[in-house]
């Protein structure tokens, strides 16, 4: 590193890099955007195909030198009509409505609503163990709390998730006639969080959603007292055929064609519920921002920088896959790849995946982000869809944020636009591009 005047020209550059964020940039202006005109926008609806619109126009107004489109087939799960559940005592017949969002990917109940009585387990394990005798005809409740002495709440997600992964495969072979899960929220409050499940082929389908978690207190507090009670559930959700939509990416063309590509990312689908103002709409708007910046700082790369919207993160992961294996394809070198997919929350640091020489080259340029309080670079990862590009000897980083609220929003209605800081997300764009920066001037060798 070269110094001036007591500084480096890298912490110059990631000073000019930082202070064109936070005072001008556009990321969280785009966002709202994104949010309030758009919405939600689940793989194959209308919603959708508008983000990719919106996506292809503002990759442009970011300064891209191209923009492109990848034509993919994505899963097509709908809602329907809202989902509806309630508690009936068996004391007295009296009706305790219950705040339910299904699964994606579930059935629906036919049209019909659902009444029967309810086992409540903690967890998949314990599930096995009642056998069918225990659950044949009920509709199995798992009250499986994410783990609070887990610091970093991701450590705490992993587990907590297989029962929304899983529940409903469980129960379906010990003859339940539908899952209800605690939500996948470390907080209580009263938002249900939805997020994918996984059907094999070889069993039936039942319907399968997450119960918020000040209700699922409610509803294990009541089953104490209550063993007979019983809930009526309706779902109207259904899978409907595969529908076409597009990754969407948008380049700053570099200096040399052979260096390759480093790459900046984050989905563009969400779930129906919400705004997907946090998950992913923050890191698109991040990824893209990565090419304002890096324009504006008026560096000229060595390597193509490309910023891509993934489509289809949340229900099948189509996007990622098949831009790696158009990537594969077409033989582009793919150096580094980095996806936001953590939430817009104050950057902390990069989760790291790849070659141990190349986690420490990165975990050398450490002091020049320390000013900025970000320090973690010892946590293993990448993202969803860039972890399709793994087998090409891409090096991948994900962008960590500060994860304590993530889980709060993730997934749930609560995921709107009002609950993301501009200061916040607008450094994690920053970060991002300083990173960039850093790679495409040092290389990872």
Same mark, same amino acid.
């Given at each position: 590193?070269?110094?001036?005047?007591?500084?480096?020209?890298?912490?110059?550059?990631?000073?000019?890099?930082?202070?064109?964020?936070?005072?001008?940039?556009?990321?969280?202006?785009?966002?709202?955007?994104?949010?309030?005109?758009?919405?939600?926008?689940?793989?194959?609806?209308?919603?959708?195909?508008?983000?990719?619109?919106?996506?292809?126009?503002?990759?442009?107004?970011?300064?891209?030198?191209?923009?492109?489109?990848?034509?993919?087939?994505?899963?097509?799960?709908?809602?329907?009509?809202?989902?509806?559940?309630?508690?009936?005592?068996?004391?007295?017949?009296?009706?305790?409505?219950?705040?339910?969002?299904?699964?994606?990917?579930?059935?629906?109940?036919?049209?019909?609503?659902?009444?029967?009585?309810?086992?409540?387990?903690?967890?998949?394990?314990?599930?096995?163990?009642?056998?069918?005798?225990?659950?044949?005809?009920?509709?199995?409740?798992?009250?499986?709390?994410?783990?609070?002495?887990?610091?970093?709440?991701? %450590? !705490?997600?992993?587990?907590? $998730?297989?029962?929304?992964?899983? *529940? @409903?495969?469980?129960? =379906?072979?010990?003859?339940? +006639?539908?899952?209800?899960?605690?939500?996948?929220?470390?907080?209580?409050?009263?938002?249900?969080?939805?997020?994918?499940?996984?059907?094999?082929?070889?069993?039936?389908?039942?319907?399968?959603?997450?119960?918020?978690?000040?209700?699922?207190?409610?509803?294990?507090?009541?089953?104490?007292?209550?063993?007979?009670?019983?809930?009526?559930?309706?779902?109207?959700?259904?899978?409907?055929? %595969? !529908?076409?939509?597009?990754? $969407?990416?948008?380049?700053?063309? *570099? @200096?040399?064609?052979? =260096?390759?590509?480093?790459? +900046?990312?984050?989905?563009?689908?969400?779930?129906?519920?919400?705004?997907?103002?946090?998950?992913?709409?923050?890191?698109?708007?991040?990824?893209?921002?990565?090419?304002?910046?890096?324009?504006?700082?008026?560096?000229?790369?060595?390597?193509?920088?490309?910023?891509?919207?993934?489509?289809?993160?949340?229900?099948?992961?189509?996007?990622?896959?098949?831009?790696?294996?158009?990537?594969?394809?077409?033989?582009?070198?793919?150096?580094?790849?980095?996806?936001?997919?953590?939430?817009?929350?104050?950057?902390?640091?990069?989760?790291?995946?790849?070659?141990?020489?190349?986690?420490?080259?990165?975990?050398?340029?450490?002091?020049?982000?320390?000013?900025?309080?970000?320090?973690?670079?010892?946590?293993?990862?990448?993202?969803?869809?860039?972890?399709?590009?793994?087998?090409?000897?891409?090096?991948?980083?994900?962008?960590?944020?500060?994860?304590?609220?993530?889980?709060?929003?993730?997934?749930?209605?609560?995921?709107?636009?009002?609950?993301?800081?501009?200061?916040?997300?607008?450094?994690?764009?920053?970060?991002?591009?300083?990173?960039?920066?850093?790679?495409?001037?040092?290389?990872?060798?």
């Amino acid at each position: 590193m070269i110094t001036v005047f007591g500084q480096s020209q890298d912490s110059l550059m990631l000073r000019k890099i930082y202070n064109e964020s936070l005072e001008h940039g556009q990321a969280y202006n785009y966002l709202k955007v994104l949010c309030k005109q758009i919405g939600h926008r689940l793989s194959g609806s209308p919603e959708a195909e508008k983000a990719v619109k919106w996506a292809e126009k503002s990759m442009k107004d970011f300064g891209a030198d191209t923009v492109f489109l990848q034509n993919i087939m994505v899963p097509h799960w709908v809602r329907g009509e809202k989902e509806s559940a309630s508690i009936i005592s068996s004391k007295n017949n009296q009706s305790t409505p219950l705040n339910v969002l299904a699964l994606g990917g579930s059935v629906g109940t036919n049209g019909k609503t659902i009444a029967a009585n309810v086992v409540e387990v903690t967890s998949l394990d314990e599930l096995d163990k009642l056998g069918t005798s225990k659950c044949a005809g009920k509709i199995v409740f798992i009250n499986q709390h994410m783990d609070a002495t887990k610091i970093m709440t991701f %450590d !705490a997600y992993g587990p907590a $998730v297989t029962i929304r992964w899983a *529940g @409903a495969k469980r129960a =379906a072979p010990l003859g339940a +006639v539908a899952v209800i899960i605690r939500s996948v929220n470390p907080s209580l409050d009263d938002f249900p969080h939805t997020g994918t499940l996984h059907y094999p082929d070889t069993i039936k389908k039942i319907p399968a959603c997450a119960v918020s978690t000040n209700d699922a207190e409610k509803l294990s507090a009541m089953l104490k007292s209550d063993p007979q009670l019983k809930i009526k559930l309706k779902m109207n959700c259904m899978q409907l055929p %595969d !529908a076409p939509s597009h990754n $969407v990416s948008g380049e700053i063309k *570099g @200096a040399d064609a052979n =260096a390759g590509y480093l790459i +900046v990312g984050g989905h563009l689908d969400s779930w129906d519920t919400g705004e997907g103002a946090h998950d992913d709409g923050a890191g698109v708007v991040q990824a893209m921002e990565v090419l304002n910046l890096l324009k504006k700082a008026g560096i000229k790369p060595r390597h193509t920088i490309r910023a891509v919207a993934f489509m289809n993160e949340e229900n099948g992961g189509k996007g990622g896959e098949y831009y790696a294996k158009n990537a594969l394809e077409k033989n582009e070198k793919h150096i580094a790849a980095i996806e936001s997919d953590c939430g817009g929350f104050t950057p902390r640091g990069f989760f790291l995946q790849g070659d141990s020489l190349k986690k420490e080259k990165i975990r050398s340029w450490k002091n020049l982000f320390e000013s900025y309080q970000i320090h973690s670079f010892n946590f293993d990862g990448g993202g969803a869809d860039i972890g399709h590009l793994k087998n090409q000897n891409t090096f991948l980083l994900g962008l960590l944020p500060d994860t304590q609220r993530y889980f709060d929003i993730h997934h749930s209605p609560n995921d709107v636009f009002e609950h993301v800081n501009r200061r916040e997300l607008q450094l994690g764009a920053a970060t991002m591009a300083a990173m960039i920066y850093l790679i495409d001037k040092y290389g990872l060798e």
